[in-house]
């Protein structure tokens, strides 16, 4: 069994490699956006609530010294909260959005960031699909993802692009 775990893996994981643009271009998006004075606000529907959770705290809470502490809210399992809390300047993330999630935020003018597993990403500006259909690899490659658009939002924000 682990055998055909590992090959889903792989195939999740060079998924992944294969959008790197689409991460890049998200967490530079992201960094202009902090830049403004933006924060981002994070959600997830039943289980990703806990993924969102994870995702405001990553940047709260940085684990590097000298990285500075982002401005950022979970909202839970509640993007009905984007419009009364959400600004223009500010980054909405969803972690496995259902449809219309970010049609608030869009029309606040928020940067909208979903990541998906195997979905079109709910109308947002940027979608980093997890390309896989079991779940708990899809979370895996979840972690990876808003762990890398952590690290490289600080990478942009050192670099003032």
């Keep these: 069994m682990s055998g055909v775990l590992d090959q889903v893996r792989d195939a999740a994981g060079t998924a992944l490699v294969e959008e790197v643009g689409a ?15 933006g924060r981002l606000l994070a959600f997830g529907r ?3 609530a806990a993924d969102a959770a994870h995702v405001a705290v990553e940047f709260t809470h940085p684990v590097i010294v000298g990285k500075r502490a982002l401005p950022a809210l979970c909202l839970g399992a509640e993007p009905s909260l984007l419009p009364v809390l959400g600004r223009s300047q500010d980054i909405a993330v969803g972690v496995r959005p259902a449809a219309g999630d970010f049609a608030a935020a869009r029309a606040l003018g928020m940067l909208t960031v979903a990541l998906t ?3 079109t ?13 079991d779940p708990l690899v ?3 490659i979840h972690v990876t ?9 600080h ?3 050192e670099a003032g692009s």
């Design 155 to 157: 990478v942009f924000q």
């Design 138 to 140: 899809a979370g895996e």
């Design 46 to 48: 039943g289980e990703a």
């Design 121 to 133: 990403g709910a109308g947002a500006d940027h979608v980093l699909a997890a390309r896989c259909d």
């Design 145 to 153: 993802v808003y762990h890398l658009l952590w690290e490289l939002v």
């Design 23 to 37: 991460v890049i271009e998200a967490a530079s998006a992201m960094s202009e956006r902090f830049r403004r004075g």
């Design 117 to 119: 597993v195997n979905e």
